[in-house]
């Protein structure tokens, strides 16, 4: 504040000895004294403006304003949000007992070519899936181009890892299909321990998760250790799942941002959209 006051105090003095040259015997001509002294006036108000700027510190570079916004302000924006349902997505949920030949997905596959599609396995206490039965269930979604996300619950229903649609047709579908599913999903509900596994398909494990609450660079941080998506949480809770930051769109996200530093009057936070 006080170099705000000196800068404002020493235009002010200019402008004043300016006003006071005919009293000291100068000629000078009424339109100039008038000129000079507003332009004196001028200049100490943006010696005020420009010394208040300067106190306020640098502005926030894009990269820098998409690092310390909160996940959950750029929900669907930083991260794939799982389908929940609406707007013609449609939700799988599966427990041991279920009748896979049943869902709709494989007796009507037609029905599904055009919308996400989502899988979670529900764990019961004291039942186990087949491999089988749910092998048969990933050579159906193979034909489902919006299957994107398997998700594994336990029988609390809290989130227990995570597996990309693609991993899946590709891992639980061929010869080796029912030992992978063995290794990948009934192994991981005897032992959520076992969810560390999930990483050899891309996958997340029980601990790979973030809370909506944290920002960007935190997600970034914990992305540059390896892990190659992070389930985003409400409010750190096991039984919200929201979606998944990849590390793929994390970085083409945080790329955009850095572009965009070349050009910082043209972005704003509106800027930040989906990853489709």
Same mark, same amino acid.
């Given at each position: ?22 009293? !000291?015997?100068?000629? %000078?001509?009424?339109? +100039? /004294? @008038?000129?000079?002294?507003? =332009?004196? $006036?001028?200049? !100490?108000?943006?010696? %005020?403006?420009?010394? +208040? /700027? @300067?106190?306020?510190?640098? =502005?926030? $570079? ?215």
């Amino acid at each position: 504040m006080q170099k705000v006051a000196l800068s404002a105090a020493i235009g002010i003095a200019v402008a004043a000895a300016v006003l006071a040259l005919p009293y !000291a015997g100068l000629k %000078v001509a009424p339109v +100039t /004294l @008038m000129m000079v002294a507003a =332009a004196l $006036s001028m200049g !100490a108000a943006a010696a %005020v403006l420009a010394r +208040t /700027l @300067m106190d306020k510190g640098p =502005a926030k $570079s894009a990269k820098e304003l998409l690092g310390s916004t909160q996940i959950k302000k750029g929900a669907g924006g930083l991260y794939n949000k799982f389908p929940d349902g609406s707007h013609g997505s449609v939700v799988i949920t599966l427990k041991p007992e279920s009748k896979v030949e049943m869902l709709e997905v494989i007796k009507h596959p037609q029905n599904y070519v055009t919308k996400d599609v989502m899988v979670t396995l529900r764990k019961v206490e004291g039942a186990t899936f087949n491999p089988v039965e749910l092998n048969k269930l990933f050579g159906a979604l193979t034909a489902q181009p919006g299957f994107t996300h398997l998700l594994l619950r336990d029988e609390h229903n809290e989130f227990v890892g995570y597996i990309p649609g693609g991993a899946a047709k590709s891992s639980f579908t061929g010869p080796n299909a029912e030992s992978q599913i063995a290794k990948y999903i009934v192994g991981v509900f005897a032992d959520a321990a076992n969810s560390v596994y999930l990483h050899d398909v891309h996958g997340a494990s029980s601990t790979d998760w973030i809370d909506d609450e944290k920002n960007v660079a935190e997600a970034f941080e914990r992305m540059s250790g390896g892990f190659r998506c992070l389930v985003v949480l409400d409010d750190a809770n096991r039984r919200k799942p929201l979606g998944v930051i990849t590390y793929e769109s994390l970085m083409g996200q945080t790329l955009k941002a850095a572009a965009s530093n070349a050009n910082p009057s043209s972005v704003s936070m509106g800027d930040f959209r989906p990853f489709r």
